[in-house]
């Protein structure tokens, strides 16, 4: 670190500057980013938010179906109970939080890695809340640090095949998915799944896995980035529901028109005036959102590690 200056004992450095000037500028991203002029959500879409302002989460929910009504009762409760029973069978706290959603089925969220892989064991569960049978249903995907990825993985190997293999060695291995290109290419790659953040830690830092006696290098799995577009006005700045377009515009020209034959107009992004169909990658709106998006990813991802990290620690 460089000192820059000094004045009446105070100095500042470089390091510090920056490092303060990025905790700012991460906290701003949580909220909204300024972009082309018009605000931009990044993370969670506004109207999740009005519906859970309080349980904002990177975790997906858990989905508690009732056979029987649970009409009597308020989500806060029967929330309550669950945190109770589950202390009295495990002799462990859970940090959760949740709601109702469609169907009047309940939603559960963990607030930290420890009490969400306490959740997908489904073993762990009670049979009953409020006097009636449950059923649970786990989240299909789970979060990105979750996942690995399992580089010079042949393209004959069965994946199925090699997922029992592996299962023998690495206890909490879920699934293995072949990743492809965007012209449905199957690719020497797979995504590994774990319900273990712990395990997906230590691969990382050996920076290898075994399959049967060979080395196979593992990488940091990045989810794909995906932005948001209205598919009414094709905007980036809200949803199709959310759209005040009272007519549908053509992705082509970025025009209202008749639909009746097809757009002869000149090809003209309706977001940046560029020649190019709204959303496409070239965009520098698009490519702006997505280093956004990207930066956040960054710094959510080391910010759950480094809570993981802390509750190892408290653990131990």
Request: proline fraction near 3%; glycine fraction near 4%; charged fraction near 25%.
């Amino acid at each position: 670190e460089t000192n820059v200056g000094t004045n009446n004992d105070c100095v500042f450095k470089v390091g510090d500057v920056f490092k303060s000037f990025n905790e700012f500028k991460y906290k701003l991203n949580d909220y909204s980013t300024n972009i082309g002029g018009i605000s931009h959500r990044i993370g969670k879409q506004a109207n999740n938010q009005r519906k859970s302002q309080s349980q904002k989460s990177d975790f997906p929910p858990f989905i508690v179906k009732f056979k029987e009504d649970q009409q009597e009762l308020t989500d806060r409760k029967l929330i309550d109970e669950l945190i109770t029973v589950w202390k009295n069978q495990h002799n462990k706290d859970i940090n959760i939080t949740g709601r109702f959603g469609d169907k009047q089925w309940l939603l559960i969220f963990a607030n930290e890695p420890q009490t969400f892989e306490d959740l997908l064991n489904a073993q762990s569960w009670p049979d009953k809340l409020n006097n009636s049978e449950i059923l649970i249903k786990q989240p299909r995907q789970l979060p990105s640090t979750y996942s690995l990825v399992i580089q010079q993985f042949h393209k004959n190997w069965k994946e199925k095949e090699v997922l029992e293999e592996l299962k023998l060695q690495y206890l909490s291995l879920k699934n293995l998915t072949r990743m492809f290109t965007k012209d449905e290419t199957s690719m020497n790659i797979v995504r590994a799944d774990f319900s273990s953040l712990r395990e997906v830690q230590d691969l990382l830092a050996i920076g290898s896995i075994s399959i049967s006696h060979l080395k196979h290098k593992v990488k940091q799995y990045y989810a794909p980035i995906r932005i948001q577009k209205c598919m009414k006005c094709f905007s980036h700045a809200h949803p199709t529901n959310n759209s005040q377009q009272s007519h549908q515009m053509c992705i082509r020209c970025g025009q209202q028109h008749a639909f009746n034959n097809e757009c002869k107009n000149e090809i003209k992004c309706i977001n940046c005036h560029g020649e190019h169909y709204a959303g496409h990658s070239s965009c520098p709106k698009v490519q702006k959102i997505r280093k956004e998006i990207s930066e956040k990813y960054k710094t959510n991802r080391a910010e759950l590690m480094v809570g993981f990290e802390q509750q190892q620690q408290e653990h131990n």
